[in-house]
């Protein structure tokens, strides 16, 4: 029949690339290394932010989460399980907690707002206060 080298008698080489394969295909690159919020697990990075700032974001997060849950959730009970009391009231208690975290955000965002007014109105205060009771204000 047909003569074969009795070493590659039965070997099929799947997988194996060949040389010249080797010398065209490119070099896989190498992924950047990205440092996260949390390398430590111990979220130790959370104390840097403000303790408002943070429990207005956890509220938050957490009233958008039932938020969305609720609103896709309330319909698809109606419509599916047919139940026609619970649905809707899932359906409002999701939109109940969207507007609340839109409150969140608004209480918390004003807060910010007072404190730079407040910051920004005392470096005004220093600066009138620093000068002599006798000399004339400056013109503006």
């Known amino acids: 029949m047909f ?3 009795e070493d590659d008698e039965g070997e099929i080489s799947v997988g ?3 040389d010249a394969e080797r010398e065209m295909t490119p070099d896989i690159p190498k992924a950047p290394s990205v440092k ?3 390398d430590g697990g111990d979220f130790e990075g959370a104390s ?3 303790r408002d700032t943070l429990r207005a974001f956890v509220v938050a997060v957490i009233y958008a989460n039932a938020a969305v849950l609720l609103v896709a959730l309330g319909p698809m009970v109606w419509f599916f399980e047919g139940w026609s009391r619970i649905g809707p009231a899932l359906f409002v208690v999701g939109l109940l907690a969207g507007v609340r975290t839109y ?3 608004r209480s918390w965002k004003r807060s910010r707002d007072e404190a730079e007014a407040d910051a920004d109105s005392d470096d005004t205060v ?3 206060d620093d000068r002599d009771p006798d000399e004339t204000p400056p013109e503006a």
């Open 3 to 5: 003569s074969l080298d």
């Open 16 to 18: 194996e690339s060949s």
């Open 36 to 38: 996260s919020f949390d």
């Open 48 to 50: 840097d932010v403000d």
């Open 103 to 105: 409150q969140t955000y």
């Open 126 to 128: 220093t600066e009138a």
